[in-house]
């Protein structure tokens, strides 16, 4: 290995449905190390849950797969490792299936097996002596689920990667790890750090933070997408990782989409509860992270201070939470509150026990009818009636009730879908255990290896929060405009939580942000949140400001029966509230909507 050049590690997957040709296009776009991939999710595990319960033999990402049976000839014989979390529930069935495509073009592999997450044995007997498993966000006891998990997985990291790695693995399958491990560990490997090299740990986290998500740090789900060339199809990431933990983040030169501080700043932001980004191998420091674009799409990031890991690590248990379904009513013309009056009152009609037959119903009037309509899509409205309810029965029948009502409600009914049977809910359920209760094992070539605990360091003090004090107020007169006309946002989730993250793009709007940015100017651009708390937070060198609004999903992403039920659209919701912005902050040419005017700041 020459360790004093960069590792370049390229990613070709960001979640369990993304881009299948995006392996090759990594493989043949140039020179790469590495080829890695984040496949799981909290939605994604509930997923493979579903899967192994109809076939034991499943319950792993076979799309991983798909993309191995076209590139792994090409990878061998370049010398490129590949790392995946692709194995999720069952990972040494999915190093099988590598074996058996390397089999049959004739070639041999090495293929790794890191698992040792499994966690279901270890919550179970820790709740028997007395332990309540509280939930990491409300603290309610697990008890409250009221039945036992289908699965328990630690979020563990990457030292067990870099030990395959130092065994000779062609092809690294793990179970559950965090998102950035992946990452993290070829670079452990390559560079031969210690379980102490905190700030080159913390520098790898933070790359693999970026590239874990696959394009959206390339320009993919960007606030100002209309700026990115290429969107059609953007190109995916590469982390060039030092051997100080530093790196750049860059694409194969002629692919789709951008590179740029902001395309990363938002990555950055993504799906964060703060300044401590805790991992089990290290506590990344983000309000030190300082970007510089350093080429046409090369954006470096350095200064990353990490922190010894934590004492405990994540745990999340999958609960079947029962099951759901949904119809929606098309209402077209006039009369549209009437008319979704009625279809609701007959339908309720129609069930034994009405609306308080289901646990749970959701009621969702999106409204796209327009007056004096030009066309048949400026007539319409959608009524979408969602329930949840343990009885598969109950939920399965509950479209065919609407069905019934099609001849003898309002005028112009019908629906977007035909009756379906419905869908199982998956419940995830964060806490917190014992990091030293769960050890990473590689299993290659019918060897099993244990892999030694991150260790932890209570005598090393955490760095100081970074923050600059609260910001003045922008002096002059203001326009009212879109928030979105100078800032951009990032949002996501985590179990039941929604994530928010806004960035400024530049150093007044940062003030101007910051001037403003409280718990309650938040509540008043987000009244969905009226009653959920808030933890917020920022990033000054990234000028971002940021917030998690606990509880916002419900349940998690799942169960939740909202429209945006990830909280993915959260980010340009707020950008679309309008602010008074300082007009020193808009354009020097001053283009806006004739309509606006400018007035004094008291």
Same mark, same amino acid.
């Given at each position: 290995?020459?360790?004093?050049?960069?590792?370049?590690?390229?990613?070709?997957?960001?979640?369990?449905?993304?881009?299948?040709?995006?392996?090759?296009?990594?493989?043949?776009?140039?020179?790469?190390?590495?080829?890695?991939?984040?496949?799981?999710?909290?939605?994604?595990?509930?997923?493979?849950?579903?899967?192994?319960?109809?076939?034991?033999?499943?319950?792993?990402?076979?799309?991983?797969?798909?993309?191995?049976?076209?590139?792994?000839?090409?990878?061998?014989?370049?010398?490129?490792?590949?790392?995946?979390?692709?194995?999720?529930?069952?990972?040494?069935?999915?190093?099988?299936?590598?074996?058996?495509?390397?089999? *049959? $073009?004739?070639?041999?592999?090495?293929?790794?097996?890191?698992?040792?997450?499994?966690?279901?044995?270890?919550?179970?007997?820790?709740?028997?002596?007395?332990?309540?498993?509280?939930?990491?966000?409300?603290?309610?006891?697990?008890?409250?689920?009221?039945?036992?998990?289908?699965?328990?997985?630690?979020?563990?990291?990457?030292?067990?990667?870099?030990?395959?790695?130092?065994?000779?693995?062609?092809?690294?399958?793990?179970?559950?790890?965090?998102?950035?491990?992946?990452?993290?560990?070829?670079?452990?490997?390559?560079?031969?750090?210690?379980?102490?090299?905190?700030?080159?740990?913390?520098?790898?986290?933070?790359?693999?933070?970026?590239?874990?998500?696959?394009?959206?740090?390339?320009?993919?789900?960007?606030?100002?997408?209309?700026?990115?060339?290429?969107?059609?199809?953007?190109?995916?990431?590469?982390?060039?990782?030092?051997?100080?933990?530093?790196?750049?983040?860059?694409?194969?030169?002629?692919?789709?989409?951008?590179?740029? $501080?902001?395309?990363?700043?938002?990555?950055?932001?993504?799906?964060?509860?703060?300044?401590?980004?805790?991992?089990?191998?290290?506590?990344?420091?983000?309000?030190?992270?300082?970007?510089?674009?350093?080429?046409?799409?090369?954006?470096?990031?350095?200064?990353?201070?990490?922190?010894?890991?934590?004492?405990?690590?994540?745990?999340?248990?999958?609960?079947?939470?029962?099951?759901?379904?949904?119809?929606?009513?098309?209402?077209?013309?006039?009369?549209?509150?009437?008319?979704?009056?009625?279809?609701?009152?007959?339908?309720?009609?129609?069930?034994?026990?009405?609306? *308080?037959?289901?646990?749970?119903?959701?009621?969702?009037?999106?409204?796209?009818?327009?007056?004096?309509?030009?066309?048949?899509?400026?007539?319409?409205?959608?009524?979408?009636?969602?329930?949840?309810?343990?009885?598969?029965?109950?939920?399965?029948?509950?479209?065919?009730?609407?069905?019934?009502?099609?001849?003898?409600?309002?005028?112009?009914?019908?629906?977007?879908?035909?009756?379906?049977?419905?869908?199982?809910?998956? $419940?995830?359920?964060?806490?917190?255990?014992?990091?030293?209760?769960?050890?990473?094992?590689?299993?290659?070539?019918?060897?099993?290896?244990?892999?030694?605990?991150?260790?932890?360091?209570?005598?090393?003090?955490?760095?100081?929060?970074?923050?600059?004090?609260?910001?003045?107020?922008?002096?002059?007169?203001?326009?009212?405009?879109?928030?979105?006309?100078?800032?951009?946002?990032?949002?996501?989730?985590?179990?039941?939580?929604?994530?928010?993250?806004?960035?400024?793009?530049?150093?007044?709007?940062?003030?101007?942000?910051?001037?403003?940015?409280?718990?309650?100017?938040?509540?008043?651009?987000?009244?969905?949140?009226?009653?959920?708390?808030?933890?917020?937070?920022?990033?000054?060198?990234?000028?971002?400001?940021?917030?998690?609004?606990?509880?916002?999903?419900?349940?998690?992403?799942?169960?939740?029966?909202?429209?945006?039920? *990830?909280?993915?659209?959260?980010?340009?919701?707020?950008?679309?509230?309008?602010?008074?912005?300082?007009?020193?902050?808009?354009?020097?040419?001053?283009?806006?909507?004739?309509?606006?005017?400018?007035?004094?700041?008291?």
């Amino acid at each position: 290995m020459n360790t004093h050049q960069p590792l370049r590690i390229a990613n070709c997957s960001g979640f369990f449905g993304d881009r299948l040709a995006a392996a090759r296009e990594m493989v043949d776009g140039g020179a790469i190390d590495v080829l890695t991939g984040d496949w799981l999710a909290e939605l994604t595990m509930g997923v493979l849950v579903k899967q192994r319960k109809r076939n034991a033999d499943t319950g792993f990402a076979r799309t991983f797969v798909q993309q191995l049976e076209d590139v792994l000839g090409t990878c061998l014989d370049r010398h490129i490792k590949i790392v995946s979390n692709a194995g999720g529930l069952n990972p040494h069935a999915c190093a099988e299936q590598v074996t058996r495509i390397a089999e *049959q $073009v004739g070639r041999t592999v090495r293929v790794a097996v890191v698992d040792g997450d499994d966690a279901t044995d270890a919550f179970t007997r820790a709740r028997e002596q007395g332990w309540d498993a509280p939930h990491l966000d409300t603290g309610q006891p697990f008890s409250e689920i009221g039945q036992n998990p289908d699965v328990v997985s630690a979020y563990l990291g990457g030292w067990g990667i870099k030990e395959a790695l130092d065994t000779g693995a062609d092809v690294v399958i793990t179970g559950r790890v965090t998102d950035a491990a992946i990452i993290l560990g070829p670079a452990a490997w390559h560079f031969g750090w210690s379980r102490t090299d905190w700030d080159a740990l913390a520098g790898a986290v933070a790359a693999g933070h970026v590239i874990e998500c696959g394009a959206q740090a390339t320009g993919g789900n960007f606030s100002f997408f209309p700026e990115v060339p290429g969107m059609a199809h953007v190109g995916f990431p590469i982390a060039e990782i030092a051997a100080d933990g530093s790196s750049v983040i860059t694409k194969h030169e002629g692919t789709g989409g951008a590179v740029t $501080v902001e395309t990363v700043t938002a990555q950055l932001l993504y799906e964060i509860d703060g300044p401590r980004y805790a991992n089990p191998d290290v506590i990344t420091r983000l309000d030190t992270v300082r970007l510089d674009q350093v080429g046409d799409d090369r954006v470096r990031i350095s200064g990353v201070r990490g922190e010894p890991a934590p004492a405990t690590i994540k745990v999340g248990a999958l609960v079947s939470g029962g099951w759901r379904n949904e119809v929606t009513f098309v209402l077209t013309g006039t009369n549209i509150e009437a008319k979704a009056d009625l279809a609701q009152n007959a339908l309720w009609a129609t069930i034994p026990g009405g609306k *308080q037959a289901f646990q749970h119903v959701t009621t969702r009037l999106l409204r796209a009818d327009r007056p004096d309509p030009a066309t048949m899509n400026e007539a319409v409205a959608l009524l979408t009636i969602a329930v949840t309810d343990p009885s598969r029965e109950k939920v399965g029948a509950f479209p065919r009730a609407a069905i019934e009502t099609g001849l003898a409600s309002y005028p112009g009914l019908y629906f977007t879908a035909p009756p379906a049977p419905g869908s199982e809910i998956s $419940v995830f359920w964060p806490t917190l255990m014992p990091a030293g209760m769960f050890h990473q094992r590689v299993t290659l070539a019918g060897n099993i290896t244990d892999v030694p605990q991150a260790p932890t360091d209570p005598e090393v003090p955490p760095f100081e929060y970074i923050t600059a004090g609260p910001a003045e107020p922008l002096p002059g007169p203001t326009v009212r405009l879109p928030m979105g006309t100078v800032l951009g946002t990032r949002s996501g989730d985590k179990a039941g939580n929604a994530t928010l993250g806004v960035w400024a793009r530049d150093d007044d709007a940062h003030r101007w942000l910051r001037s403003w940015w409280t718990e309650d100017a938040v509540r008043a651009l987000i009244p969905e949140a009226a009653d959920c708390g808030l933890r917020m937070w920022e990033l000054p060198h990234l000028r971002a400001c940021g917030v998690t609004i606990v509880g916002l999903l419900g349940r998690g992403v799942a169960a939740n029966l909202d429209l945006d039920s *990830q909280g993915k659209g959260l980010g340009e919701y707020v950008r679309a509230k309008h602010l008074d912005i300082p007009t020193v902050l808009l354009p020097a040419d001053g283009q806006m909507p004739d309509a606006l005017v400018a007035t004094e700041t008291a």
